[in-house]
């Protein structure tokens, strides 16, 4: 596509907004009050708004490759900081998302690019458990679990955070969450934990204990209604 298409495609998402409803860009200019703060995968298939059915405004986001919370990442620390002190928002969404190719990579033996790196939470955390992970003999049931263990462990570091603290700290509303997005079906899982205080943080098990449990964070039931919602949706 000629990037001049790009322009015009632009005015005219930006004329059919104005025409269903003629103040949102005057609202938009004005000011943003999102109560979700969003950390997600920078894959282009997994666009925040998209996903959870919301305008812009709603959503405060920051995207990297594999959704990973590096405490010394200035851009993710910034976010954090922004939103919890001065927009106020009240749910930290830590998604991944199935397929993820960042995970995927570090669940393989190339290390030769500077996205390594970057993954090294990941690569660390196979490694250590690797009897478990090679156990899972489908390679994309071994990257999804994966995907979920990953969830779960960059929740317990945004939660390990100083602007997280010290919000739960002044009694501020703050809960962080960990779910993964289905590329397959459309369909975002709660893959937990949910945390609401510090207390809920200091009570969790280890990420390697939730790795040696095995099994699959969500229900039988939730499991259920998931196939027969694909199953139907298929048909
Ligand atoms: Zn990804």
């Not at 660390?124 to 679990?145: E, G, Q, T, V």
């Not at 205080?197 to 449990?213: E, F, H, P, Q, Y």
């Amino acid at each position: 596509m000629p990037l001049r298409e790009l322009f015009d495609r632009n005015v005219e998402w930006a004329e059919g907004k104005t025409r269903d409803d003629p103040h949102f860009f005057r609202r938009m200019a004005e000011q943003q009050s999102p109560r979700y703060l969003w950390i997600g995968c920078s894959d282009s298939r997994v666009t925040a708004n998209d996903v959870l059915g919301l305008e812009p405004g709603s959503v405060f986001v920051q995207r990297n490759i594999a959704n990973i919370v590096h405490t010394s990442d200035m851009n993710i620390l910034s976010v954090l900081e922004y939103g919890i002190d001065t927009l106020g928002i009240e749910h930290i969404i830590v998604c991944g998302h199935y397929g993820c190719g960042g995970v995927e990579r570090a669940l393989g033996s190339d290390r030769s690019a500077l996205v390594d790196h970057w993954l090294q939470p990941i690569v660390m955390l196979y490694h250590k458990h690797r009897a478990i992970f090679d156990a899972i003999k489908d390679p994309r049931a071994r990257a999804a679990r994966m995907c979920e263990i990953n969830v779960q462990m960059q929740v317990r570091r945004v939660a390990a955070t100083p602007s997280v603290e010290n919000a739960w700290a002044r009694g501020q509303t703050l809960h962080v969450h960990g779910w993964v997005y289905g590329m397959h079906d459309g369909l975002l899982r709660d893959v937990g934990p949910t945390l609401s205080g510090t207390a809920d943080r200091d009570a969790l098990s280890s990420i390697d204990d939730c790795v040696l449990k095995g099994a699959s964070p969500l229900s039988a039931v939730q499991i259920q209604a998931l196939e027969a919602f694909c199953e139907h949706a298929a048909d």
